[in-house]
Structure formats: C-alpha cells, structure tokens
C-alpha cells in the first residue's frame, strides 16, 4: 500500500469569515506537521475565479499527488474541484474535501477553542484517509452502438423506432410471426379513440422501412452475457441459434391478462367473457346488443393478488360507452369497486361513458356479484353498495376486467441478466425516479413488463427508454465508475485482494446489487466484482473476515487510521 | 445556434428533459421563473411510495444539470416574447436582478445573518428578503426579493466578496431555439369557493399542500403534528379528497395525485405522532400506479388510518380554535354521521401553473379542457401539441406524479431531438 | 481535548440523509455538542464491526452510524442489512465490557438541521448519564 508522498494542503478561509471562528494559523501548523504534505497555502475564495485560478498555478507548479482542501462542505464544491483538477493532470479522487464550515465552525461558532481543535482533527482524519487511499484503475468500456429490444408490441416498436432515429442499430427481437404484441387484438384505444389497428400500421411504417433495424421474428432469447456498452444475447429460433452483440438491451416483453377460470362462472356458463374476448368480438363487428354486465376487478385487489391493473376500469369504460353508442337499444351496466379513473383524460372518459347511458353499480369487495344462469348466462345479482339493494340484472352477457399479469419470462430474463422483479414479476425500477432503469446499466424496461399501462403510455415509455440509450451510448467509450450510484454520481466499486480471498462467498450471497461473482484464480474461486454493477455500499466488505474486499471510498486501513486521528 | 433546444420550467419534467437532451449532445436552455431549480417536487417532504425524501432522488439530478457543459441555466428568468423565422424561434429571455452577483456569492449567509439582526432589531416580521438556497439546489447562490426590501445596505457592508449589488440591471438574451418543452408544472387550486369546507374560517382546515410543509421534519414543528389555532397536538386528523374536483362547480376533472398524497399524509402524520388517528374521506381511491395498492396497505396495518367512502357534505368550525365537525353521509351505512376532529386537510385541486397561460399564448398552442396544455389525439405517438415544435410535458398537460412526469419528460426530449435533427439536416 | 468533560463521540454518517443534516444545522448556526467529529459515507452499510471496536479502544466514548430511513436506502436498502449487522454488534459489546448504549444507530431522522442536531444532543446526554472510565 503506498502512501501519498507529495500532499498539497489549502485551507479557504471563506472570505476570511472562518478565520473569526478558528484559527487558520493554527491550521496552518497542524497541515505543515502531517508526513507527507510538503505545503500549504491559505486563500480566501477557493471557488471563486481568482480561487480556481490560484489552485490551477499551484498544482502545476508543484505537482502534488493529492490535495486536501479544508473549506466549505464538500457537497458545496467538491464535485467542482474535483473536475478541475482532474483537468490539471491529477486524479479526480485524489482530492480529499475536509468540512470546517458547516460541520465545524458554524456549528461552535460560540466556541473558537473548539472549532480550532476540531478543525485540526478533521484535518488530520481528511489527511488519514487521501494519504492511504488507493485507485485501482478505473475501467475504460467500448460502447457498441447498438440496442437489443426483446418484445414488439407497442413500447418494444417505439422503442426501437426511436432509438434507430437517433442512429442507433437496433435488433428488435419477437417470440410470434407477427410484430405487434397485444396491440393487434385491441379495437379501439384510449382516450383517444384511435383504431389499434390504425396505431400499429404507423408503428410499423417507422420500422419496416428502417434500414437500420432488424427483425428477428419467431425467436426468443436463449442467453445473456456482458456488460453494458457489450451484451451478447443469444437468440434462438428462425434457422438456427445466433448472437447479437448490443450497447444496450430494452425489454418490453409485455404482459397478459389472466384468465379468469374459476371466477364468476367463466368457462362453466357460455356468455361469460374476459374483456379480450370482447375486443375480438368488437374487432370482428359481431352483435353487441343486448345486454352487458362488465365486472372489475375480476381476480385484482383481493388477498391473493393485491395491486390494482391500472387498465382494466379505462378499457371497460371504453367499450362500455362503445357498445352504447353502436347499439343504441342495448343496456349496459358497469360493476365497479372503485372507478380508477384518475386524471383528466380518463375522468372525461368516465362521464361520457355516463353520458352515454352506461349504468354504475358499485359493488364492495365482501359482496361480489353473482353471475347465474343454466348452460348460458341469465343474470347477475349484486348488492348495490351505495343503495343497499340487492339488484338481479338480467343479462346477455358479462365481460371480466382481469388484471394483467406479468410474462412469465420475466424471471427467466430477470436471472440472465441480473434484474431484480417484484412480488408479482414485473421488472423493478432502479429507483423512483429513475422508472425505467434497472439495477443493470445498460438494461431498460418499458411497458406493460414493468407494469400495467395502456397502449399511448407504452409508446411513451419506449420513447423515453430511446432517450436515455441514445444518451447512454452516444460516446465512444465510458468508464465504470459513471455508473456508480446514479449517472453522474461517481460511484467507485469495491476492490478484490486476490491472494487475500478464501472464496466464502459471503460477499457473493449479501451483495443488494448482485454485483459480485466467483472466478478461478489460482486453483480456487474468488470473488470478482462487476465495475458496471457496483454502487460501492460497503455490505461485502464489512462481511469480509479477511479484509480482502474494500470499498475504494473507504478502505479498513483508510477508516482506522481516521478513528486514530480523530480525537488526537 | 438553431440547433437548441429551450426548455420552460425548472422542475423534475424540466430537469429529466434537459438532462437528456444534454446527454444526446443537444445544448439546452433551462429557463425557470425562481432563483433555484427543482420546482414543486423540492417543496414535498416525502415522495409516495418509497418514502423517500423528496430531495434525494433529484439531487444528483441538479448536480448533473449544475455542471453539465452543454445545459445554460436561466435561473430567476421569464419568456419575454417569441418571434419565429425560417422555421426557428428567436425567444427573447429576461433575466430578472436578484441583485447578488452569482459568480462571487459563496454562500456564506452573512448576507442572510445580519438581514435577520435587523429586522428583528426593528421589530418586523415576515419573510426575509433573502433567499437562502439549500444545500442540494442549483444555482447555490443566494438571491434578494426586491419587493421585500427595504434596501437598507446592511448586507452589502457583511458581505466578504462583494456579491451584492443593488444596481444590478434586468439583462435580455436573446436565443435561438429549434424546439421548445412545456415543463411549467402546476399550481395548487384555490378552495375559497368551496362555502360547505369554511376554508380560511379556522385555521385548522388546511390545504394539502400547507400540511404537507407544515408537519414537514425541516417545517415549523420540526416534525410533530400541531395545531395551527392553539398549538396543541392534533390526535384526530381528518382528510378530506376531491375538495374541488370532480366536481362540476369547480374543476370537473380528476386531480390524479390527491388520493396518494393523502395516504402519503396520513401515514407520515401517524409516523409522527403515536397518539395520532387520521380518517380518509375518499370517492374512488385511485391507487392504481406501480407499488401504490401496498403503500395503502401500509396505511391500513397501521390501526390508525381508517378510510371512508363519502364526500363530506359541510365542515363545521365549532367556536374559535374549537374543534372541527365534519358531517357526512357514510355511504356503507347509508346514514348521515358527524366526526369531530381536530385538523381537516384538504385536498385541494391541481391547475395548471399561472405562467402556462402567457406561454400557451406566445406560441400558439391551443389548451385543451380544463385549460391544460393540449395534446392532440392525431399526435398520439408523441408528445407534441398543436404547434410542432413545441412539446409539453409533466403537469402542464395534465395531473401527473413524479414519475410518470419524468417519462413523459424522456419523450419529449426525444421528440425535440428528433426535431432538431430534421432542422439540421433541411 | 484533555480534560474536558464532553463525551467524545464518532459519527459515521452517510452523505445522503445525515450529510445533508449536518449541513443544514450548520447554515442555521445551530449549536452542537463540541465533543464529536463525523467520518462521511457512501453508505451507512460501509460501516465495519471492527472500526466500531477500534473507535472504543482508542477511547471514543460513543459511536453514532447515521443513515438514510431503512426503506430509503439508494443502494437497494443495503442499510437493512448494516442494522442486523450493527445491532449484533451491540451483544459483543456487553461482553466486551461497553455499555450497549454507546453505540448508535440512526436511520432517517437526522436529515433536517433540528433534527440533526437533537440526534446528536440526545447521544451526547446518554453519554454523559453513563460512567465514564467503564470501558475495556
């Protein structure tokens, strides 16, 4: 372990402000006595032009191997100075930001003695840890310009018509012999009113033609190697296996709705249908007379199956008013629990259904309807929540609104390429406002696979994923730590001691990132950390009995020697 | 440059879709009407339904649109007019004074410390005249109202590098713009037409917004759930949703976000304060989006939160700094029942920012119902409004969560670069 | 620091909830106890059992790990698993002759200046309640 030799102190008195509260003089001293440091100079404004410029004069001039800056709190300037002297030669990292500001003076503003002792601490515990830290070099990845869309229905399409419009190359990958996904079975689409088929022919118009996208239908994907910038996904199917390599890989393999077996009588009396069944039948322009009952929330929101599909009340409201305005003699009634209808769009989709004489009836989740009839469907009985009334409606037909579930593929690909999915399989988001990242780089999801949306929102998120792969992979190459904790917050992953690792793999098993695996080395397994995946928390290394795994921000030797210097 | 793009609003849709354009190599102008970016999101405490705080997920987002080469923030900015030509806009840019020169501000405060001497030195109260800006938002420079200035040189005199400067002019750029993002968000709707809520008639009946910042860790209380009338601890807590939506008098539409905050609200308030019960009046609980059927699980297991499935006909005030009566019909039992509690929040609607209006009109982009930002149905693949090479996104078209403001910022971004492209190329 | 009478005490805070408090509690000047000093963080999850020991043995007098609320934690909650972890620690340090007490654990609550700063005084309180020489 080698330790930094030719240390650069400065201490930034805030406009002179700090040096009311501690004395820099004092400082001074202290940053002069470290082993190590070889000067240190005080200014005023640190971050201020003549400031940055001081500092620029400095370090060329004097060519330290690491700075240590006491000043204002690093969350202030530290990512400034940091990109400034990476740009005058040094390491980025190779800077160490000690906090007698906010943490320190302004905190004992009443107490100069304290201040001035801790100032000294906190400057001893910054020097602890540059001095023994240690880089190891940051890897450097090719990006391939190219992206892989598993799924063509309409976020998979967008998606891939977007991204070849920022000219990437694009494999758009499906499992049937058609591109579409469920898009080719909806009729019409909300809230607008178009024809699904009308939106999958312009959908199709941006890829057919597109030189830069290829097709691969009737195939699935058997595997998944690589990293991102470099994935290398096998395929198989149509002649035989092959393997695409791609920058970046986009999923939107979709969703389907359950099938309602065993509920309400679906599958025993002829008459009951699932709502996909009547969008063929409204595809097919068959005779919707009569009267419908639609029931939400068939097989959503009870015990087993808690979440809500999102769709299901837009879709029944939709063809509900449909089949109103069609048939005008018809009577329709909409069963509901809640009427998830939120927002502008949809609420006006909710009173024109109104307007257009669909009949609510809300029901509570203890008292679900009954669907009864012999051989075909008769009624319905369902206690009217709002009136208290138990209502038998005489039917035609009733039409389930099921929630989507999620493609069962989803696990498979989830364990190819190290995605995390939720309790009901849909593929997680990387964090809360990043809602179509995953916990890998370079993987994205869009659509109905991460979680129930319509047909227009699909499109959306595939447009959004196409932003932010055209902005992933625009450079030639990228480094590892740009993926750390989030995009521009430089993350720096955990290091392996080869030598030092007995192979325990408890690192392996407690990483929240799945960012750690086991490779050969010397006749045993050991521990191997993916750049691209690690966020650099720490949970291995505090695991590790040996020490032989370390957090590059906070190694043993770097922590202990601050404990030692802390109280000095 | 042609080959800009200008994005109106600094919020998180604003934010996500600079930082995408930038990432595809499209400068950006970032124009935002306050002194620091970040927009509403930065004035919640907690985000549904992580609970994360809301700060924390947009701060490396502001990081990286603070340092980004190819982003030009216009911080404390207003659209002063448009004018197109050759299939471009040339937007004129107003830069409003804040009379503290951001290039030598360090953020010191000793501006901000000894406005305070003086002010509680001459007995005045209110907000201060400097805006301090906290340590996660960009641009970290502190900024003067000048509307609450008494231009007094107090400040002038602490400040150590000379930043201050009262004669600081009013600056126009002038920029040319390619494409343009609707990202002005929204504002809260007003509920003083809502007689049956006696809003403003007890202090005790508050506005979502106003709860959400006053039992906020960093609010008034620190934390603790009190009363506004007598400072007492609030114990029976009353939510009130579609106060003024879904309603015909008011706003016929759905306010999309209300029922999550609420439950966000109560769940926090309870988290607070151990001896806290809260009641949720709902019409339709909206819990329809990724993880929100479990956060009102969360709510339920607690033991505290109990919801209700009624509109509250009348709000009660009973004496001054008295309790609350609430009177509605529980549509379960159907029969008409009274609550007594001690706070009512209600869930006050969601319109589109004040600003949306002069820039719908500066562009000739037509609003749709409810006065949003319209997105024409034959444009359903894109973000687009009537007018081609302006996109809107986030809660300038519509009721929108964070996240879902975000991906609608993502495509939008798109679409720009998209426009951008054929510009270049024709 | 000879002599004085303020506990001494080791705060290991994350840069993300904590960070942000002790910040904040410095911009509104708030006034914290003199005796502690704070390591920053990635993650409260980098936080080893030994390090914990080593700050004991050099005669810290408490140790504060501060992290983001245990559902919050960007790194895929890995703070979850820093509290199990942790909170272990706490049945060595009974055998080891420290009063539990001296160690700390704070998720999520110190992320404002007030809150920061009663975090801290709190500690600081506990600590002085506790005899002082009573360490291994």
Redesign the interface.
Same mark, same amino acid.
């Given at each position: 372990m080698s330790l930094k030799e030719r240390i650069g102190a400065f201490l930034c008195t805030?406009?002179?402000?700090l040096g009311r509260s501690l004395s820099i003089e004092d400082l001074k001293s202290q940053a002069l006595r470290l082993p190590g440091v070889f000067f240190c100079q005080v200014h005023?404004?640190l971050?201020?032009?003549d400031g940055q410029a001081f500092l620029k004069e400095q370090i060329q001039s004097f060519h330290p191997d690491g700075v240590l800056l006491a000043g204002?709190?690093? @969350?202030?300037h530290g %990512?400034?100075f940091q @990109?400034l002297i990476s740009q005058w030669g040094l390491d980025g990292e190779a800077l160490e930001v000690v906090?007698i500001?906010?943490?320190c003076a302004?905190?004992?503003?009443?107490?100069p003695d304290?201040a001035s002792?801790?100032a000294q =601490?906190?400057l001893r515990?910054g020097w602890a840890k540059l001095s023994r830290k240690e880089l190891s070099r940051d890897a450097s990845i090719p990006l391939l310009k190219s992206a892989l869309v598993v799924g063509s229905g309409p976020a998979g399409m %967008?998606a891939a018509s977007?991204m070849a419009?920022?000219g990437l190359r694009v494999y758009l990958v499906e499992k049937d012999g058609t591109m579409g996904g469920w898009l080719r079975r909806l009729s019409f689409?909300y809230?607008?009113?178009?024809e699904g088929a009308n939106?999958l022919q @312009? $959908?199709k118009q941006e890829i057919e033609p597109s030189l830069l996208i290829t097709v691969f239908l009737e195939h699935e994907i058997a595997g998944a190697r690589g990293y991102v910038g470099n994935f290398q996904v096998h395929l198989r199917g149509g002649e035989g296996p092959k393997t695409i390599r791609a920058g970046a890989v986009v999923l939107a393999t979709g969703a389907q709705p359950l099938v309602p077996q065993g509920l309400f009588n679906y599958g025993e009396l002829k008459g009951v249908m699932a709502q996909e069944e009547l969008e063929s039948q409204l595809l097919r322009g068959q005779n919707l007379g009569g009267t419908t009952a639609f029931i939400q929330c068939a097989g959503s929101?009870i015990p087993q199956r808690?979440?809500?599909?999102?769709i299901c009340c837009p879709v029944a409201l939709k063809n509900a008013r449909l089949i109103r305005l069609r048939w005008p003699q018809s009577r329709v009634f909409l069963l509901y629990r809640?009427?998830?209808?939120?927002?502008?769009? $949809?609420?006006?989709l909710y009173?024109q259904a109104m307007d257009a004489g669909v009949r609510f009836l809300r029901y509570?989740p203890e008292h679900p309807p009954l669907v009864e009839g012999m051989d075909c469907v008769q009624r319905v009985k369902v206690l009217d929540?709002?009136?208290?009334r138990e209502t038998a409606l005489e039917i035609d037909r009733v039409v389930l609104s099921t929630p989507l579930l999620a493609n069962p593929q989803n696990a498979e690909l989830a364990g190819m390429l190290s995605l995390?999915t939720?309790d009901y399989g849909?593929f997680c988001?990387r =964090?809360?406002?990043?809602?179509?990242r995953t916990?890998t780089p370079g993987v994205y999801v869009c659509g109905t696979s991460?979680?129930p949306c319509s047909v227009?929102?699909a499109?959306?998120?595939g447009?959004?994923?196409?932003?932010?792969v055209?902005?992933?992979l625009?450079a030639q190459r990228a480094k590892a730590s740009d993926f750390g904790?989030?995009? +521009?917050?430089k993350?720096?992953p955990a290091v392996v001691n080869e030598s030092a690792c007995s192979g325990c793999g408890n690192c392996f098993q407690?990483c929240?990132?799945k960012a750690i695996g086991l490779q050969p080395f010397d006749g045993r397994r050991v521990a191997r950390v993916n750049k691209v995946r690690c966020? +650099?928390?720490?949970?291995c290394?505090? $695991?590790c009995s040996g020490g032989a795994i370390q957090?590059q921000?906070?190694s043993?030797s770097m922590?202990?020697k601050?404990?030692?210097e802390?109280?000095k | 440059m042609t080959g800009s793009a200008l994005i109106i609003g600094g919020g998180v849709a604003g934010i996500r879709a600079s930082l995408d354009l930038a990432g595809m190599g499209i400068p950006v102008h970032l124009m935002e009407r306050e002194p620091f970016l970040g927009g509403r999101l930065l004035q919640l405490d907690r985000l549904y339904p992580t609970d994360h705080c809301a700060w924390c997920p947009v701060w490396p987002l502001l990081r990286q649109v603070g340092s980004h080469p190819l982003i030009t923030i216009h911080s404390s900015s207003e659209v002063h007019s448009i004018q197109e030509e050759a299939g471009a806009y040339q937007a004129t840019i107003v830069h409003l004074p804040t009379y503290i020169r951001g290039e030598r501000c360090t953020g010191c405060g000793e501006c901000l410390w000894a406005c305070a001497k003086k002010s509680t030195v001459a007995g005045r109260e209110g907000p201060l005249p400097i805006l301090r800006p906290n340590s996660y938002v960009i641009p970290k420079v502190f900024a003067i109202n000048r509307n609450l200035c008494g231009e007094c040189p107090g400040c002038q005199e602490e400040c150590p590098f000379g930043a201050i400067d009262f004669k600081m002019p009013q600056e126009t750029r002038l920029l040319k713009i390619g494409a343009v993002i609707l990202a002005s968000g929204f504002d809260p709707g007003r509920l003083e037409g809502l007689e049956e809520y006696s809003y403003g008639a007890h202090p005790d009946i508050i506005s979502a917004m106003d709860f959400e910042a006053w039992i906020a860790e960093s609010g008034p209380n620190a934390g603790q759930v009190l009363r506004r009338s007598d400072g007492q601890k609030v114990e029976r807590l009353a939510f009130v949703l579609c106060a003024g939506s879904r309603d015909r008098r008011f706003h016929e539409y759905c306010s999309g976000v209300c029922c999550m905050y609420a439950v966000k609200e109560a769940l926090w308030a309870c988290q607070r304060s151990r001896d806290l019960w809260a009641t949720i009046f709902f019409t339709d609980l909206r819990a329809c989006g990724k993880g929100f059927q479990e956060y009102v699980q969360l709510a339920e297991e607690t033991g505290r939160i109990q919801f209700i499935r009624s509109r509250p006909g009348r709000i009660q005030p009973m004496g001054e700094n008295g309790a609350l009566r609430v009177l509605y019909e529980d549509t379960t039992q159907r029969n008409t029942r009274e609550m007594i509690v001690d706070m009512v929040v209600l869930a006050q609607p969601i319109i589109p920012a004040a600003g949306s209006e002069n820039f719908a009109s500066l562009f000739g982009v037509d609003r749709g119902r409810e006065r949003f930002i319209l997105l024409p149905d034959d444009k359903f693949l894109s973000p687009a409004t009537s007018q081609s090479r302006v996109l809107a996104c986030g809660c300038c078209q519509g009721p929108a969560d964070a996240v879902q403001s975000v991906i609608s910022a993502s495509a939008a971004a798109l679409r720009a670069a998209e426009i951008l492209a054929q510009r270049r190329a024709a | 620091m000879r002599g004085s009478m303020e506990p001494k005490v080791l705060i290991f805070a994350c840069d993300w909830c904590p960070g942000l408090g002790s910040d904040r509690a410095g911009q509104d000047r708030l006034s914290l106890p003199s005796g502690f000093r704070l390591v920053r963080l990635d993650c409260a999850a980098q936080v080893s059992g030994e390090w914990v020991i080593k700050a004991f043995s050099e005669g810290i007098d408490g140790v504060m790990v501060m992290g983001c609320h245990l559902d919050a934690c960007r790194h895929q909650g890995a703070n979850h698993r820093a509290h199990k972890k942790l909170e272990t620690l706490r049945w060595l340090l009974d055998g080891l002759r420290i009063e539990p007490e001296r160690l700390c654990l704070s998720w999520g609550m110190g992320r404002e200046a007030l809150p920061f700063q009663a975090e801290v005084q709190k500690f600081v309180s506990t600590l002085k309640l506790l005899k002082t020489g009573e360490k291994a």
């Amino acid at each position: 372990m080698s330790l930094k030799e030719r240390i650069g102190a400065f201490l930034c008195t805030c406009g002179k402000t700090l040096g009311r509260s501690l004395s820099i003089e004092d400082l001074k001293s202290q940053a002069l006595r470290l082993p190590g440091v070889f000067f240190c100079q005080v200014h005023d404004a640190l971050c201020q032009e003549d400031g940055q410029a001081f500092l620029k004069e400095q370090i060329q001039s004097f060519h330290p191997d690491g700075v240590l800056l006491a000043g204002c709190s690093p @969350r202030g300037h530290g %990512a400034l100075f940091q @990109r400034l002297i990476s740009q005058w030669g040094l390491d980025g990292e190779a800077l160490e930001v000690v906090d007698i500001r906010e943490g320190c003076a302004w905190v004992h503003a009443d107490n100069p003695d304290v201040a001035s002792a801790k100032a000294q =601490n906190l400057l001893r515990m910054g020097w602890a840890k540059l001095s023994r830290k240690e880089l190891s070099r940051d890897a450097s990845i090719p990006l391939l310009k190219s992206a892989l869309v598993v799924g063509s229905g309409p976020a998979g399409m %967008a998606a891939a018509s977007a991204m070849a419009g920022q000219g990437l190359r694009v494999y758009l990958v499906e499992k049937d012999g058609t591109m579409g996904g469920w898009l080719r079975r909806l009729s019409f689409l909300y809230p607008s009113g178009d024809e699904g088929a009308n939106i999958l022919q @312009r $959908l199709k118009q941006e890829i057919e033609p597109s030189l830069l996208i290829t097709v691969f239908l009737e195939h699935e994907i058997a595997g998944a190697r690589g990293y991102v910038g470099n994935f290398q996904v096998h395929l198989r199917g149509g002649e035989g296996p092959k393997t695409i390599r791609a920058g970046a890989v986009v999923l939107a393999t979709g969703a389907q709705p359950l099938v309602p077996q065993g509920l309400f009588n679906y599958g025993e009396l002829k008459g009951v249908m699932a709502q996909e069944e009547l969008e063929s039948q409204l595809l097919r322009g068959q005779n919707l007379g009569g009267t419908t009952a639609f029931i939400q929330c068939a097989g959503s929101r009870i015990p087993q199956r808690p979440y809500c599909s999102s769709i299901c009340c837009p879709v029944a409201l939709k063809n509900a008013r449909l089949i109103r305005l069609r048939w005008p003699q018809s009577r329709v009634f909409l069963l509901y629990r809640d009427m998830m209808a939120p927002g502008v769009d $949809l609420e006006h989709l909710y009173h024109q259904a109104m307007d257009a004489g669909v009949r609510f009836l809300r029901y509570s989740p203890e008292h679900p309807p009954l669907v009864e009839g012999m051989d075909c469907v008769q009624r319905v009985k369902v206690l009217d929540s709002l009136s208290g009334r138990e209502t038998a409606l005489e039917i035609d037909r009733v039409v389930l609104s099921t929630p989507l579930l999620a493609n069962p593929q989803n696990a498979e690909l989830a364990g190819m390429l190290s995605l995390l999915t939720d309790d009901y399989g849909f593929f997680c988001d990387r =964090n809360l406002l990043e809602p179509n990242r995953t916990v890998t780089p370079g993987v994205y999801v869009c659509g109905t696979s991460r979680w129930p949306c319509s047909v227009q929102e699909a499109i959306l998120q595939g447009q959004a994923v196409a932003a932010s792969v055209a902005a992933l992979l625009r450079a030639q190459r990228a480094k590892a730590s740009d993926f750390g904790v989030l995009d +521009g917050v430089k993350g720096w992953p955990a290091v392996v001691n080869e030598s030092a690792c007995s192979g325990c793999g408890n690192c392996f098993q407690a990483c929240p990132m799945k960012a750690i695996g086991l490779q050969p080395f010397d006749g045993r397994r050991v521990a191997r950390v993916n750049k691209v995946r690690c966020t +650099g928390c720490g949970t291995c290394a505090t $695991l590790c009995s040996g020490g032989a795994i370390q957090t590059q921000s906070l190694s043993d030797s770097m922590a202990i020697k601050m404990i030692q210097e802390a109280f000095k | 440059m042609t080959g800009s793009a200008l994005i109106i609003g600094g919020g998180v849709a604003g934010i996500r879709a600079s930082l995408d354009l930038a990432g595809m190599g499209i400068p950006v102008h970032l124009m935002e009407r306050e002194p620091f970016l970040g927009g509403r999101l930065l004035q919640l405490d907690r985000l549904y339904p992580t609970d994360h705080c809301a700060w924390c997920p947009v701060w490396p987002l502001l990081r990286q649109v603070g340092s980004h080469p190819l982003i030009t923030i216009h911080s404390s900015s207003e659209v002063h007019s448009i004018q197109e030509e050759a299939g471009a806009y040339q937007a004129t840019i107003v830069h409003l004074p804040t009379y503290i020169r951001g290039e030598r501000c360090t953020g010191c405060g000793e501006c901000l410390w000894a406005c305070a001497k003086k002010s509680t030195v001459a007995g005045r109260e209110g907000p201060l005249p400097i805006l301090r800006p906290n340590s996660y938002v960009i641009p970290k420079v502190f900024a003067i109202n000048r509307n609450l200035c008494g231009e007094c040189p107090g400040c002038q005199e602490e400040c150590p590098f000379g930043a201050i400067d009262f004669k600081m002019p009013q600056e126009t750029r002038l920029l040319k713009i390619g494409a343009v993002i609707l990202a002005s968000g929204f504002d809260p709707g007003r509920l003083e037409g809502l007689e049956e809520y006696s809003y403003g008639a007890h202090p005790d009946i508050i506005s979502a917004m106003d709860f959400e910042a006053w039992i906020a860790e960093s609010g008034p209380n620190a934390g603790q759930v009190l009363r506004r009338s007598d400072g007492q601890k609030v114990e029976r807590l009353a939510f009130v949703l579609c106060a003024g939506s879904r309603d015909r008098r008011f706003h016929e539409y759905c306010s999309g976000v209300c029922c999550m905050y609420a439950v966000k609200e109560a769940l926090w308030a309870c988290q607070r304060s151990r001896d806290l019960w809260a009641t949720i009046f709902f019409t339709d609980l909206r819990a329809c989006g990724k993880g929100f059927q479990e956060y009102v699980q969360l709510a339920e297991e607690t033991g505290r939160i109990q919801f209700i499935r009624s509109r509250p006909g009348r709000i009660q005030p009973m004496g001054e700094n008295g309790a609350l009566r609430v009177l509605y019909e529980d549509t379960t039992q159907r029969n008409t029942r009274e609550m007594i509690v001690d706070m009512v929040v209600l869930a006050q609607p969601i319109i589109p920012a004040a600003g949306s209006e002069n820039f719908a009109s500066l562009f000739g982009v037509d609003r749709g119902r409810e006065r949003f930002i319209l997105l024409p149905d034959d444009k359903f693949l894109s973000p687009a409004t009537s007018q081609s090479r302006v996109l809107a996104c986030g809660c300038c078209q519509g009721p929108a969560d964070a996240v879902q403001s975000v991906i609608s910022a993502s495509a939008a971004a798109l679409r720009a670069a998209e426009i951008l492209a054929q510009r270049r190329a024709a | 620091m000879r002599g004085s009478m303020e506990p001494k005490v080791l705060i290991f805070a994350c840069d993300w909830c904590p960070g942000l408090g002790s910040d904040r509690a410095g911009q509104d000047r708030l006034s914290l106890p003199s005796g502690f000093r704070l390591v920053r963080l990635d993650c409260a999850a980098q936080v080893s059992g030994e390090w914990v020991i080593k700050a004991f043995s050099e005669g810290i007098d408490g140790v504060m790990v501060m992290g983001c609320h245990l559902d919050a934690c960007r790194h895929q909650g890995a703070n979850h698993r820093a509290h199990k972890k942790l909170e272990t620690l706490r049945w060595l340090l009974d055998g080891l002759r420290i009063e539990p007490e001296r160690l700390c654990l704070s998720w999520g609550m110190g992320r404002e200046a007030l809150p920061f700063q009663a975090e801290v005084q709190k500690f600081v309180s506990t600590l002085k309640l506790l005899k002082t020489g009573e360490k291994a």
